[in-house]
């Protein structure tokens, strides 16, 4: 049974069971420097260069240099793409640029906290729009249970092919990199995530990736293994984070901020994982899409009582979700299942849902096929979860979310806040 304590509780309290941290990491604000939540105003210099064709050999970008993505540009051939700190590359609007790192090939693009790596629109800074250019794709030869083997982004068929049987795969490296606007549709009605991750392999450096006003998802797992830390999902307009295609995927202290105004009004989340889009197309003797989220921060910016919020997180048949010490604040539900996962042992085992922290969050966890709610309840109300709740308004509860100053979305620590806390 539920029990409502009403107290006032120190907020070090609130950030975890014995000592745990929840959601982003308290030590510092990791997303000081190298992050931009103002892109619409920020002026860049005009290009310098034309980024177009195919990349055959190995290439590498300067910062005294502004590069203008032209098309669809492949790096193939087993080439490396490197990419100076500090370097702008503006994607072509009228020619949907993106950007595409072949199979076998590899992206090494290493900013700094001081000097990021910027990929954006061509536009002036008062008529960016999401969706002003593609995107960029990495393509690795690690395993997915797709069975085509083909990435279905409108590209060349001789480029798109991915995956494979290389867990350690390697396409490079991103790191202190911001991706802005991108995530145009495709001549055939298809729309590209900011970043696609396609076959990628353990090796492969995700770190410090910061992805804002993205038509479409801001970041798609599609197969592969990854390892992604310290991400800023910023203002999408579809899903922040969407695993897909057997990922087999680790996230942890990274954010995503969602605004009710500017997100699709459809089935827009955070977090969604599933294994496939169809099942048929899927080969089901393959792993499943298997995602472990910690200390994740997952933040509405707005109240809102016109529907336009919903759940945070979206788990779909077949698929295996852990998701840990982790902060969601001001969604309609934590969790929402699909109709076809089942309120028994064998489907409910594979989704854990702990330690968490929800705050001004009207659910928890509840499925589409509301027959399903009253096992639910049973299940993932036990004390095992160790899961909790309160209700504190987003200025008291994050250090800053005013994106006109410096934002910082780790908790308020060592002060009194009262709040209502329910214990399951």
């Keep these: 049974m539920k029990k409502i304590i009403w107290s006032i509780v120190l ?3 609130l950030l975890g069971i014995a000592q745990t941290t929840r959601g982003i990491s308290n030590d510092v604000n990791w997303t ?42 492949y790096v193939a051939n087993g080439a490396t793409l490197t990419i100076e700190p500090g370097t702008v590359i503006r994607g072509d ?19 700094n906290e001081t000097d990021p790596i910027v990929f954006t629109s061509n536009k002036a800074a008062s008529e960016r729009r999401a969706g002003d250019w593609g995107g960029l794709v990495l393509m690795g030869d690690s395993p997915t249970n797709d069975f085509t083997g083909r990435l279905d982004f409108n590209l060349e068929p001789k480029y798109n092919v991915y995956g494979g049987t290389n867990e350690d795969g390697d396409s490079g490296a ?30 492969t450096i995700l770190d410090y990736i ?26 999408a307009m579809d899903d922040d984070y969407d695993f897909n295609k057997g990922v087999q995927c680790k996230i942890k202290n990274s954010i995503a ?17 599933k294994s496939y889009d169809i099942a048929s197309n899927a080969d089901l003797t393959k792993k499943p899409t298997n995602v472990t989220a910690s200390n994740m921060t997952l933040l509405n910016e707005e109240n809102n009582s016109a529907g336009l919020i919903r759940e945070a997180v979206y788990v779909k048949e ?8 982790s902060v969601v604040s001001g969604f309609t539900q934590c969790i929402l299942l699909d109709t076809k996962i089942r309120a028994d042992l064998e489907d409910l085992k594979k989704i854990k849902p702990e330690k968490l922290l929800l705050n001004n969050c009207t659910g928890y966890i509840e499925s589409e096929n509301s027959g399903n709610n009253t096992q639910l309840k049973n299940w993932f109300n ?8 309160s209700k504190i308004e987003n200025p008291e509860f994050f250090i800053e979310t005013d994106i006109k100053k410096t934002p910082d979305y780790r908790l308020k620590a060592n002060q009194k806040l009262t709040s209502s806390v329910v214990t399951n």
Aim: with cysteine.
């Design 257 to 273: 901020v969602r605004n009710p105004y500017v997100s699709d009004s459809g089935k827009s989340r955070c977090l969604e994982v």
């Design 11 to 13: 907020c070090n309290t």
């Design 174 to 203: 991103l790191k202190y990199v911001r991706i802005e606007f991108a995530g145009k549709k495709t001549k055939d009605n298809k729309t590209l995530s900011a970043l696609s991750l396609a076959g990628v392999g353990g090796k």
């Design 32 to 73: 000081k420097g190298w992050t931009n939540f103002k892109p619409k105003t920020t002026e860049y210099r005009e290009s310098s260069n034309l980024l177009v064709g195919i990349i055959s050999q190995d290439m590498k970008l300067y910062k005294k240099e502004v590069y203008l993505l032209t098309g669809t540009v």
């Design 210 to 235: 910061q992805v804002s006003f993205s038509n479409d998802d801001s970041f798609g797992g599609y197969g592969g293994v990854l390892n992604l830390n310290n991400l800023v999902s910023f203002r």
């Design 382 to 389: 036990s004390d095992v979860f160790m899961n909790d709740f």
């Design 93 to 111: 609007y009228s020619t949907s640029g993106t950007l595409v790192i072949t199979k076998g090939s590899k992206i090494v693009a290493i900013g």
């Design 318 to 325: 077949n698929t295996v979700f852990t998701f840990s010490s």
